[in-house]
């Protein structure tokens, strides 16, 4: 080590130290301003002034199921974009009221379905579908989260059926969406983008809500076939749409790391430290950059993992395996978490932070379900590629 | 049909639970005999979206917000959360409110204290509603502590009462804690180990003719030795149990004359004789009174209802411990020395000449009640 840094980094460590020792203990704060709260959503927002209405039809008339459905739905839209769990629970105590049962109006059945995939519950969350499309065959929610829920198993066939299902019941932009998400992550990555792209121009304009989930699945099929301009306009277009949306800047982060942006990925997510996906990301920037705020993000997931742990809950394996992996430098901890991470959920990103996580640990065995994966569904990806092969190189 | 759209959009996250952080309350209990003591974080966050704290609802909270709904911020909280104590409701009682920062944000820090009729109370229920009619994945995270031993636990909907019978507490550890203290009592306690030693001090020796020989066989010596201590032994742990279980009890004044007038009439013994074989029957006689002795720390300790028998025999096996390391150090240097005359003229004769006017004084104290020095 060069001798010059040791005074600095006696000094880094003694602020650590020091603001640990200060945050460990509650305090009475001496000044009445102090601002102890930033609430998430901005004051005077029409979207915050819309949920307080819905809250109210609610209370005035408990037992109506429209307007519960309305508010879960509300609830459960803002869990997705802000990445907050906390809406989630308050969706699920709206729903509460109305069982998991057949005579339950789909529209509620298929909120709970949602409810329940979100708590990794995902054979459960299927027989809500089901019984939400007993009670409306041409339940298109339904469909489209049987769907979804059979991507993240990795069950592709099954998807593609489900797809087929959908066709009749959505619109052609809707059912293109379907196919090319699933052609996409099975080897076809060129043409579903080819695909999807022209949909996205033929009928984009009539569905604002659907576009930033296609700006971000088109970003992602570019990146997978290296095309990295095309990838970082579906990004830019997706931003530029200005909702908030979690996943879209988790993905939009992912690939400005990859690519060494770490700065234009703390000036794009600093605001979002409550979401634990979009800390990793920030935590993961901030150690590009070497910068003093980094200790103190990874610190925080940390605690926010232990916290879970506490609560006995393990929803969030795949980030604790790459904070383990890539923050805290733990192969055999990662490995750990990836493999149980991946009996749950396969979705390629559950693939890649195994394979990674078995090449750290020197490990090849373990992720032996996540190889099979990749080599037969012929998913695209450089980074993917690289990382089994480098994996298949190791002696076991 | 706005709706139906949102449900593609979402499609993407299925599997979603990206994780985040769930809403949590960090509750602290620690139990001190009758006393409870209690800590409550709870997320400012929680408290907006339940009672409202951002008066002036420009987005912030600010210290002087949670101050001013602090009345309302106890109430809602402390109906939702009930401490009983052998079966009985504590009142929960306000005390500081502070503020800390968790892992995902600002929380009030709510301190208050348990009024507990039942002191050392055998169970401590907790039953916790807090939030769960708002949000059902919201968590209680419950810190329980007692007499150093911590739990945890964890209130859901499904499991909204927890319980702590003090049996639970690490049985094996609470054993070690009246054990020590056993050890600890006889160590300090001058009055056991003077009539004790009052008893072993003739022991490397032999009455012959009126005259004191040092003993010729260590065999004798240790059989001697092991007679007087076994006696000892067997008789404390019979009262100590008895008056442990409140089957017998004697006034305390009684029982502390009566030991200091035992340890005066060994220590006279020893100066005129007049048992000489048999001591083992003297050390029983009276170590049934010195068991009684025993029972009154045992009882100031306080015993636990759900382990009784536990710590009756931990603290009994403590005061042999501690008996058995006086033995082991007195006997082999007393064997050593007992021909010379430093052994019987200074440790024996002037020994119990002491040891028998300690006692006198202890004596004279405790059954008149005086204190004649310091």
């Not at chain 2, 959009?9 to 309350?25: E, I």
């Not at chain 2, 009246?178 to 180990?193: A, K, N, P, Q, S």
């Not at chain 2, 636990?304 to 009756?312: F, I, M, R, T």
Request: with cysteine; net charge neutral.
């Amino acid at each position: 080590m060069n001798i010059y840094r040791i005074p600095a980094l006696a000094l880094l460590w003694a602020a650590l130290l020091a603001s640990q020792l200060a945050a460990a203990e509650p305090f009475l704060p001496r000044d009445d301003a102090l601002v102890l709260e930033i609430l998430p959503g901005k004051p005077g927002d029409p979207a915050a002034a819309e949920l307080r209405r819905l809250r109210a039809s609610v209370a005035a008339a408990p037992t109506d199921i429209e307007a519960a459905a309305r508010l879960a739905r509300r609830y459960f839209d803002l869990a997705m974009e802000q990445g907050d769990p906390r809406y989630v629970g308050y969706a699920e105590a709206v729903v509460r009221p109305w069982p998991e049962a057949a005579g339950t109006p789909a529209e509620m059945l298929v909120l709970h379905g949602k409810l329940r995939q979100y708590r990794h519950d995902f054979p459960k969350a299927m027989a809500d579908l089901d019984l939400a499309l007993q009670a409306d065959p041409a339940n298109f929610g339904a469909r489209a989260w049987r769907a979804a829920i059979l991507m993240v198993q990795a069950d592709y066939a099954g998807a593609r059926r489900e797809c087929e299902l959908l066709a009749p019941l959505a619109t052609e932009l809707h059912a293109v969406a379907c196919t090319a998400y699933v052609d996409a992550t099975t080897g076809s990555a060129r043409a579903a983008y080819a695909r999807l792209s022209a949909a996205l121009v033929r009928d984009g304009e009539r569905y604002p809500e659907m576009q930033v989930w296609i700006q971000t699945r088109l970003a992602e099929m570019a990146w997978r076939i290296g095309d990295h301009a095309s990838a970082e306009w579906h990004f830019r277009q997706g931003i530029a749409l200005g909702f908030d949306d979690n996943f879209l800047l988790a993905a939009y982060a992912d690939f400005m790391l990859e690519q060494g942006r770490a700065a234009e990925v703390i000036r794009l997510l600093k605001t979002w430290g409550r979401s634990d996906t979009l800390l990793l990301r920030l935590a993961l920037a901030a150690r590009q950059l070497k910068l003093a705020e980094g200790e103190k993000y990874a610190r925080t997931l940390g605690e926010r993992f232990a916290d879970a742990a506490l609560r006995g809950e393990k929803l969030h394996l795949q980030e604790e395996a790459r904070y383990l992996l890539e923050l805290k430098g733990d192969a055999r901890a990662a490995l750990a978490a990836a493999s149980e991470n991946y009996r749950a959920q396969r979705e390629p990103r559950d693939a890649l932070i195994l394979i990674e996580a078995a090449l750290a640990a020197r490990d090849p065995a373990a992720a032996a379900p996540a190889m099979q994966w990749f080599e037969s569904s012929g998913f695209e990806s450089a980074r993917l590629r690289q990382a089994a092969l480098r994996l298949k190189a190791l002696k076991p | 049909m706005k709706s139906k759209y949102f449900v593609l959009l979402a499609f993407l996250f299925a599997a979603a639970a990206q994780a985040h952080k769930p809403s949590d309350s960090y509750l602290a209990l620690s139990v001190d005999g009758a006393a409870v003591r209690g800590q409550w974080d709870i997320a400012l966050r929680d408290l907006e979206f339940a009672i409202g704290l951002d008066a002036d609802g420009n987005g912030d909270i600010t210290w002087g917000e949670l101050k001013a709904r602090r009345k309302e911020v106890e109430a809602y909280a402390f109906s939702r959360l009930n401490v009983l104590s052998d079966g009985k409701s504590c009142a929960l009682n306000a005390a500081d409110l502070l503020v800390d920062e968790h892992s995902d944000g600002a929380y009030a820090v709510l301190r208050f204290d348990a009024a507990c009729r039942a002191s050392t109370p055998a169970r401590v229920e907790i039953a916790y509603s807090l939030f769960f009619d708002l949000d059902p994945t919201h968590r209680g995270l419950l810190r329980f502590e007692r007499g150093g031993a911590v739990q945890t636990g964890v209130l859901s909907p499904e499991r909204p009462r927890l319980a702590f019978t003090a049996g639970e507490i690490s049985r094996l550890s609470q054993f070690f804690d009246y054990l020590r203290e056993g050890t600890w009592h006889i160590w300090i306690g001058f009055d056991h180990i003077l009539f004790l030693l009052s008893l072993l001090l003739p022991s490397v020796l032999i009455l012959n003719n009126r005259e004191w020989k040092a003993a010729e066989r260590f065999r004798t010596t240790f059989w001697d030795v092991l007679k007087v201590v076994t006696s000892f032994t067997v008789a404390h742990s019979i009262t100590l149990s008895l008056a442990a279980l409140s089957v017998i009890s004697l006034p305390s004044r009684l029982v502390e004359s009566t030991i200091a007038l035992s340890v005066l009439l060994a220590a006279l013994n020893n100066l005129r004789p007049v048992v000489t074989e048999r001591r083992w029957a003297v050390a029983f006689a009276f170590g049934l009174i010195h068991g009684f002795g025993f029972a009154s720390v045992l009882t100031d300790l306080g015993l636990p209802q759900g382990s009784l028998l536990l710590a009756l025999v931990g603290f009994n096996l403590g005061v042999e411990l501690g008996q058995l390391a006086i033995v082991g150090a007195f006997l082999p240097l007393a064997y050593a020395l007992r021909r010379g005359w430093f052994y019987r003229r200074l440790v024996f004769t002037g020994g119990s000449a002491t040891i028998a006017l300690v006692a006198t004084i202890w004596l004279t104290e405790r059954a008149l009640d005086v204190k004649l020095w310091p």
